[in-house]
Nanobody, 115 residues
Framework: QVQLVESGGGLVQPGGSLRLSCAAS????????MGWYRQPPGKQREWVAK???????NYADSVKGRFTISRDSAKNTVDLQMNSLQPEDTAIYYC?????????WGQGTQVTVSS
């Protein structure tokens, strides 16, 4: 199992930006797939973005063009740059890793978009 710790959440006004980071307990380049999910208030958890060990990225339609997932080799983190945030982006954001046929989750970080 991979230990994951998210950081970077907070309160931001509509149109603003935030950058989330997910620190992993093993090299992020050895993990098959890492991704971000979110759970809006009163709703089910939904997939946001993912990046494979080869660097291929994919995004949910709702965030495409606004969010960017990337890897920071110096910090061993997978980051989610979120731009043009809207109130509907308000959610708890979770980091996720698939490695050795095991799915691991972080504890989540709250993102609130409000004026």
């Amino acid at each position: 199992q991979v230990q994951l710790v998210e950081s970077g959440g907070g309160l931001v006004q509509p149109g603003g930006s935030l950058r989330l980071s997910c620190a992993a307990s093993r090299s992020i380049f050895s993990i098959n797939v890492m991704g971000w999910y979110r759970q809006p208030p009163g709703k089910q958890r939904e997939w946001v973005a993912k990046i494979t060990s080869s660097g291929t990225t994919n995004y949910a339609d709702s965030v495409k063009g606004r969010f960017t997932i990337s890897r920071d080799s110096a910090k061993n983190t997978v980051d989610l740059q979120m731009n043009s945030l809207q109130p509907e982006d308000t959610a708890i954001y979770y980091c996720n890793a698939f490695f050795a046929n095991v799915v691991s989750w972080g504890q989540g970080t709250q993102v609130t978009v409000s004026s």
